[in-house]
């Protein structure tokens, strides 16, 4: 939620944002906890909750759109390295490799500009590459010269970060993470010991 955001920068609590924009504390409380989209909010809200948070309503309401198509986004990426990790546990490391490097499908996912599954693919074929002693497959040279802008953590992760308050286990598991994967900022641990 971008609201928790913009406390986190202006260190304020809810509570003191309630008080300052005039918002009653469980609409506020709502809102946070995305119960209640701060899109269908009232306009008188969006205002009252922008001036305190010194934002514009068009940044906050656009601020909030990105963050909720993101957080879908997210979502999709997390099921697809989960199947991702499936296959290669079903049907092993190197029909993995045939059946990805076959497909093009690295190649096709990158040109519809779906990164995210692209580099994790790549990332997957050079790592069981690697440990499997096989020669890295050299036609997506190209492709290994991206990189994601920030790094993409896996939900369990970001969701103990959440739970527990602790960003020390972001830390933890980047210096776990396997060399082929945070290459493209992309923190990944294991990709077949799967349950």
Not at 4 to 29: C, D, F, I, Q
Not at 103 to 118: P, W
């Amino acid at each position: 939620m971008i609201i928790n955001e913009l406390l986190a920068e202006k260190n304020m609590t809810p509570y003191r944002l309630s008080k300052l924009s005039g918002v009653p504390y469980t609409t506020l409380k709502d809102i946070i906890s995305e119960k209640t989209d701060l899109r269908k909010c009232s306009a008188e809200t969006i205002y009252r909750l922008s001036l305190v948070l010194e934002i514009t309503m068009e940044e906050l309401i656009t601020k909030e759109s990105l963050k909720s198509e993101h957080h879908v986004y997210q979502q999709d990426y997390q099921v697809f390295t989960s199947n991702i990790q499936h296959r290669i546990k079903d049907i092993g490391d190197i029909d993995f490799i045939i059946e990805t490097i076959e497909s093009d499908r690295i190649r096709e996912y990158f040109n519809m500009k779906r990164y995210y599954e692209a580099l994790y693919l790549l990332a997957a074929v050079d790592y069981l590459c690697r440990v499997n002693d096989i020669p890295a497959y050299q036609n997506y040279n190209d492709i290994r010269k991206t990189k994601l802008k920030h790094p993409v953590y896996p939900s369990s992760i970001n969701a103990r970060v959440v739970a527990e308050g602790n960003e020390e286990i972001r830390k933890n598991a980047l210096s776990k993470a396997i060399p082929e994967f945070l290459k493209f900022n992309i923190v990944e641990c294991e990709v077949r010991n799967v349950v």
